[in-house]
């Protein structure tokens, strides 16, 4: 297959997940994609974190290995692939522009390929999901990524391939990330890590897990209301 036959596919695949006839999903839309919306998520992990490990070495080693994810992820995407791959977005790309629906005229001034917000969102969730071994905490960070990556399409910033190839490469960072992060833990951790049933495998509160949970599905709550009125 063609080079030219995959990005007329993607241009078309678009048009499945690029906007509706809803002023009020456009507005959830818009208020999801921002980073502001989910810094309530970003303080309950940093808070699970804290509340989980005993030392501070603990403590900064996964507030590193954090930022390291998205160090991996958002660098490559921002520095090496869009500039050397310089693919238009959707939205200002001069074949499709037009028929691209657009929310409160954002169209992003650098390039599309790959969405850095999708390889941003999947390397915290996958590393989370190493590290803290919840399956229920998974099952919501994936989610949380897919919904990111969904907000692209919808507003017309990325083509379905540039959310694809940047959810792949999350789940690489994501992973090494965490083999990494097993690999100094060794030399950190404590000689005692007490488990139970009101624990995760790897030792982390239940009842601390639900409050990241909890916060996530807050964030979703206030995107739906803020929704109503952001868009005008």
């Known amino acids: 297959m063609s080079l030219e036959r995959i990005i007329e596919i993607d241009q078309s695949a678009l048009e499945i997940f690029n906007g ?24 309950a992990l940093f808070y699970l974190v804290v509340k989980n490990n ?8 996964i507030v590193g290995c954090t930022l390291l994810c998205l160090i991996l992820s958002d660098g490559i995407s921002e520095y090496l692939c869009k500039p050397w791959i310089a693919r238009p977005r959707p939205s200002n790309d001069p074949i499709i522009k037009y028929s691209v629906h657009i929310v409160n005229n954002i169209r992003g001034m650098d390039y599309s390929f790959f969405s850095a917000h ?12 190493w590290l ?6 998974s099952v919501f960070l994936i989610l949380w990524s897919l919904l990111n990556c969904w907000t692209r399409m919808y507003l017309g910033l ?10 792949i490469w999350g789940v690489i960072v994501g992973s090494l990330v965490y083999l990494f992060y097993r690999k100094i833990y060794s030399l950190v951790r404590p000689k005692l890590n007490y488990v139970s049933t009101q624990y995760t495998s790897t ?12 916060v ?5 709550c206030y995107a739906v209301i803020r929704g109503v009125t952001v868009i005008q």
Not at 118 to 129: G, H, K, R
Request: charged share 10%.
């Open 54 to 61: 005993e030392t501070m070495a603990q403590i900064g080693l």
């Open 203 to 214: 030792g982390y509160a239940l009842s601390d897990v639900h409050v990241v949970i909890t």
């Open 20 to 43: 509706s006839d809803s002023m009020f999903i456009d507005g959830v839309a818009f208020v999801l994609t921002s980073g502001l919306t989910w810094l309530p998520l970003y303080l």
């Open 216 to 220: 996530l599905l807050f964030a979703c």
């Open 118 to 129: 999708a390889a941003n969102t999947m390397s915290i969730a996958v590393f989370f999901c």
């Open 158 to 167: 990325h083509y379905p391939g540039d959310i694809s190839v940047g959810l």
């Open 132 to 137: 803290v071994r919840s399956k229920l905490l």
